[in-house]
């Protein structure tokens, strides 16, 4: 339950940061949006670059999206993918 929570609010939040990409909000929000668009970038990236550098062959032919879904949801994403792997 709190997994999905954290999804919908990160997809809420992405959603909110790339409409200032096709509308731009005014001026001090505009650039305010473009700097938490560049972090929520840049540490996501990381986090999936990081992940992805673990994985071995088989992790990522068994689950091709894993790490756009880290890309996108983070934190969130990786502690379910973490709940998933200690099942197994």
Same mark, same amino acid.
């Given at each position: 339950?709190?997994?999905?929570?954290?999804?919908?609010?990160?997809?809420?939040?992405?959603?909110?940061? $790339?409409?200032? &990409? +096709?509308?731009?909000?005014?001026?001090? =929000?505009? @650039?305010?949006?473009?700097?938490? $668009?560049?972090? &929520? +970038?840049?540490?996501?990236?990381?986090? =999936?670059? @990081?992940?992805?550098?673990?994985?071995?062959?088989?992790?990522?032919?068994?689950?091709?999206?894993?790490?756009?879904?880290?890309?996108?949801?983070?934190?969130?994403?990786?502690?379910?993918?973490?709940?998933?792997?200690?099942?197994?």
């Amino acid at each position: 339950m709190f997994i999905l929570l954290g999804r919908i609010v990160y997809a809420i939040i992405w959603g909110f940061l $790339l409409f200032n &990409l +096709v509308f731009p909000y005014p001026s001090p =929000a505009r @650039l305010v949006a473009n700097v938490a $668009l560049a972090a &929520l +970038v840049v540490t996501h990236g990381l986090q =999936a670059w @990081l992940l992805n550098a673990s994985l071995t062959q088989q992790e990522k032919e068994k689950d091709r999206f894993i790490v756009w879904r880290i890309f996108f949801f983070g934190v969130f994403e990786a502690l379910s993918w973490k709940k998933t792997k200690n099942k197994q």
